[in-house]
């Protein structure tokens, strides 16, 4: 009796479905992190910038070279930065703000504009904090204590404005732990830590993946300004396997809609963070980062699927 | 109850419970934005800053001031500090505003919650130093007058009076504190010799008193100072020009009394 030929599932494009392999040279495994390490690199030399200028008085050409904070900042004594958000917030407390902010939160919200949530993948330090409490949850296989859903955070967002309105001050960036962290880490932290234990604590113990994916008003506002961005990660249809490897890495995963990507070549929602997690654990090549005018949606050549 | 009955009253019931989340978050949410922002009643703020309300809502909390000063006399107030959350403080007594006439704190605030007109740093209005007399040298008698000298305004902001003292041929020479000039900058309380100093620096909305615009200060319109004192014009309608002063106020100070 011959053995029966070992079942392969087959994707929908007809090929065989394989799962992502973890490479076991040391160069390999750096390949599958890379855009970890840059984002890592990107944002500890953002925080680094900011801490040498105010300690060290790091200048560039005797002008300081990044002051203040991710709040607002001025990058070598001329540009003008600022967070939007915060802008908005205060604002809507009905005063008139100096043009600096105004022009730098304008640069900031254009930044965003096109590059989607980059925000909260590549510069946010609660990202660190974040991500550290999601690789434990994983490893410690620890369910939500409770279902939230991840409109929720579109609700905070508008309950931030209304209170921006009815208390006259900026409702989230007065209690926000992404200005207490960066703060903290420039200008001095204080109780400011308990703000961070609590996160952490939150995502890994009561809702994965909680503050950044249910809760954070600010990842909600650069996901709504970011619907149209130009930096997109896109979605080559006829090699995908559905084998959903980049579903279990992808902290927003409702984002990898297999028919919409396939539709429109990319991953088109702005709640994605562009963090590329799942480009390098895709062991079939389908996802890369890309620009969304040179994006082309190829046609499937779908066999079975049904 | 019908079928469609029962979905509208689950969908009522769903959205009335969102609500009140909503609401119930609301609540406690502005609650902690209110009692963090009325927190700061003691912050001595940056030269320029808004009245609290103004400042409180125009601080993006950016510390660009705190870069930019020059001294270690800014700070962004973590939470836990003696000032609402994030906002730029300075404690006099550990390190005082210099006065830099070039004001480079202001210059560097890029939402004018330092108010971008304010040219001259002697214009500023910081705090307001205040002496405790019970436990001033000069004023128990000694001579000290160190707040005096090192007041970067003195003869305006601090001067040195005489004061007769009961028991003895000797008087006492006291400073006094003027809020005309007086900017705040609490270098007098950083000087200050006592063990806890005798002279501090404090928001002049909570030492500062107002005598209320029905007072006529009779000795004092004739300086043109008038706290602003409108006449009546009902009271002389054949009069072309109003009277400067008070009708019936001259009578008290004129030299026919």
Not at chain 1, 166 to 190: D, K, L, M, N, Q
Request: charged letters at 20%.
């Amino acid at each position: 009796m011959t053995p029966l030929p070992p079942k392969v599932k087959l994707g929908p494009n007809g090929q065989p479905v394989r799962p992502f392999v973890m490479p076991g040279s040391f160069w390999g495994k750096l390949s599958v992190w890379r855009y970890i390490i840059y984002r890592r690199i990107v944002q500890f030399t953002t925080l680094l910038l900011f801490f040498g200028t105010f300690h060290w008085g790091w200048t560039i050409f005797e002008k300081p070279v990044l002051s203040g904070n991710l709040s607002s900042s001025t990058l070598l004594g001329i540009i003008p930065m600022a967070d939007p958000f915060a802008t908005l917030q205060m604002l809507l407390t009905q005063h008139w703000l100096h043009s600096d902010v105004l022009i730098g939160a304008s640069i900031i919200l254009l930044l965003y504009t096109l590059s989607g949530r980059a925000w909260c993948s590549w510069v946010c330090p609660v990202n660190l904090i974040t991500d550290l409490a999601g690789w434990l949850r994983k490893r410690l296989n620890i369910p939500d204590a409770f279902p939230v859903q991840r409109k929720t955070r579109y609700y905070v967002l508008g309950l931030t404005l209304v209170l921006s309105v009815i208390t006259g001050v900026a409702a989230f960036e007065w209690v926000s732990p992404i200005s207490v962290f960066h703060r903290g880490v420039i200008f001095g932290i204080g109780l400011g830590w308990t703000a961070l234990v609590a996160i952490f604590v939150f995502d890994l113990l009561i809702l994965k993946h909680g503050w950044c994916g249910h809760l954070c008003p600010l990842g909600a506002f650069y996901a709504l300004t970011g619907k149209a961005a130009q930096l997109r990660i896109s979605f080559d249809t006829p090699t995908c396997t559905h084998c959903c490897e980049c579903v279990r890495v992808c902290p927003e995963p409702q984002v990898l809609n297999f028919k919409k990507a396939g539709e429109t070549g990319m991953i088109s929602s702005g709640e994605c963070t562009n963090c590329a997690r799942c480009i390098t654990v895709c062991p079939e090549d389908t996802l890369h980062l890309s620009l969304r005018h040179k994006i082309t949606v190829k046609k499937s050549n779908e066999r079975n699927l049904l | 109850m019908n079928l469609s009955d029962k979905a509208r009253r689950k969908f009522l019931v769903k959205v009335t419970q969102n609500v009140a989340v909503a609401v119930t978050g609301g609540a406690v949410w502005s609650y902690l934005l209110t009692e963090q922002a009325t927190a700061g009643t003691f912050a001595i703020r940056p030269p320029g800053a808004l009245a609290e309300k103004d400042f409180h809502a125009k601080c993006i909390k950016c510390g660009q001031c705190v870069v930019a000063c020059p001294y270690d006399t800014l700070k962004l107030a973590a939470p836990g500090e003696p000032a609402p959350i994030g906002t730029p403080y300075f404690t006099p007594r550990d390190e005082p505003c210099y006065m830099c006439p070039d004001i480079p704190c202001q210059v560097a605030c890029p939402t004018g919650a330092l108010e971008p007109e304010l040219s001259k740093i002697e214009d500023s209005r910081m705090g307001l130093a205040v002496i405790d007399i019970e436990n001033c040298l000069s004023w128990i008698g000694l001579r000290c007058e160190v707040c005096y000298r090192v007041c970067p305004v003195k003869n305006d902001a601090i001067t040195i009076e005489e004061n007769p003292r009961k028991i003895s041929k000797h008087a006492k020479f006291v400073p006094l504190v003027h809020s005309s000039a007086c900017t705040g900058c609490g270098i007098c309380e950083k000087a200050c010799p006592t063990e806890v100093a005798a002279i501090r620096v404090v928001q002049p909305q909570l030492v500062q008193g107002k005598i209320g615009e029905h007072y006529r200060l009779g000795w004092k319109t004739q300086n043109g100072i008038t706290q602003n004192f409108k006449p009546d014009l009902k009271v002389s309608p054949r009069q072309k020009e109003p009277p400067k002063t008070a009708p019936g106020m001259d009578y008290l100070n004129s030299e026919k009394l």
